[in-house]
């Protein structure tokens, strides 16, 4: 099992909005991501920066290459881009983060 993590910024006041959305995430975008060998994904929140941390493990990474070019997956970037930093293709600019300390 792999563990990943990136950095995403969301935009200043869009955080009661964020958390909705994600509260009702849509079930076939969970079964999209289960399907690409997501568990045990969480996202969390610092306030004061509004920057988000996300954290899953994957069972192979190259599984998620195919995510980004699903229609279900692009709707759901760009149903989220007016709360957070994206890139062109409505993708949220996402910047890797590099393990430096894991309890087991």
């Known amino acids: 099992m792999h563990r990943i993590s990136v950095k995403m910024k969301l ?3 869009k955080e009661a909005e964020y ?4 509260d009702e995430i849509w079930p076939e ?3 999209l991501l289960k399907e690409h060998g997501i568990q045990d994904y969480s996202i969390f ?3 004061e920066t509004a920057t988000l941390f996300a954290v899953m493990k994957v069972e192979n ?5 195919e995510l980004p070019k699903h229609p279900l997956m692009r709707k ?4 989220m881009k007016d709360l957070m930093l994206t ?3 409505d993708s ?6 590099v393990e430096v300390f894991y309890l087991e």
């Open 29 to 31: 975008l969970k079964s």
């Open 92 to 97: 949220p600019v996402a910047e890797p983060l």
């Open 11 to 13: 935009i200043k006041g």
């Open 87 to 89: 890139n062109t293709d």
């Open 61 to 65: 990474p190259t599984m998620l290459e």
């Open 19 to 22: 958390k909705r959305r994600h």
């Open 45 to 47: 929140l610092d306030a």
């Open 76 to 79: 759901w970037w760009t149903y």
